[in-house]
């Protein structure tokens, strides 16, 4: 949903994004229910895994308390992704690609409160790795990006932002198009990944190699196209 602009080049108001806020936070809040009851359920002295090597196996732990700290992140990024926006010096062209910049928002919050199910499970006697589904929700929020990155319109803090898409407007349409394609296939192959159970070192070998492809990718297709736009910034 585009915003309305004024005479300042400004948004009049920005409703959409009060929505989404109180949707995150719903879900931050939830979240953090959730916690409670898992803390609640911790016998004295229970550990909380944090990090997991390779083999999908926890090597490093916290205290019971640390089992809030995803929703209190989800929190934290529900407001980061709020407040940013007002200090955008293209606010006006972020904002009217609100539509793209609320689904990634919801996705990486939504993606961030999922990972509790494994956690919960680990904490509660089912040791689980949450490998597959962090892989999951990369491949999602990849296809995410991927459908709405050519419908962005150019700004300093949302989307491929290099110093020739930054001053081209076609440079930056021509390279978010291409863009998108690059990780809508990112997103479809780390999915089929996890679906067919691809290790994980593998996949995080592919991850590694795709991004090094798409940064090099973009820079290079952004700079040749800014070569022949006539209209680019000096």
């Keep these: 949903m585009s915003t309305p602009l004024n005479s300042n080049d400004q948004p009049a108001a920005i409703p959409s994004l009060h929505r989404t806020l109180g949707i995150s936070l719903v879900a931050s ?6 916690s409670a009851w898992i803390y609640f359920q911790l016998p004295e002295g229970a550990l909380i895994p944090v990090h997991w090597n390779l083999a999908g196996e926890a090597d490093r732990h916290g205290g019971a308390a ?6 209190g992140l989800m929190a934290g990024m529900s407001l980061l992704f709020y407040f940013l926006p007002r200090i955008e010096p293209r606010r006006a062209h972020l904002l009217a690609s609100s539509k793209a910049y609320r689904w990634v928002w919801l996705v990486i919050v939504l993606m961030i ?21 962090m892989h999951t929700g990369l491949g999602v929020l990849l296809l995410v990006i991927g459908n709405f990155l050519g419908k962005v319109r ?31 296939l990112g997103g479809v192959l ?34 040749l196209v800014w070569r022949r736009d006539p209209n680019k910034a000096p």
């Design 66 to 71: 640390t089992i809030f700290l995803l929703p």
């Design 190 to 223: 780390m999915l089929l990944g996890v679906v067919l159970q691809v290790p994980e070192l593998r996949l995080m070998r592919f991850f590694a190699a795709w991004g090094g492809m798409l940064v090099v990718t973009c820079l290079i297709y952004s700079y």
């Design 29 to 34: 809040l939830v979240t953090g229910l959730f």
């Design 113 to 133: 409160g999922a990972m509790q199910i494994p956690l919960a499970q680990s904490v509660l006697g089912r040791p689980t790795s949450p490998t597959p589904w």
């Design 154 to 184: 150019s700004n300093f803090m949302f989307g491929v932002r290099t110093p020739w898409t930054l001053s081209s407007e076609l440079a930056w349409n021509k390279t978010h198009r291409l863009a998108g394609w690059i990780f809508a």
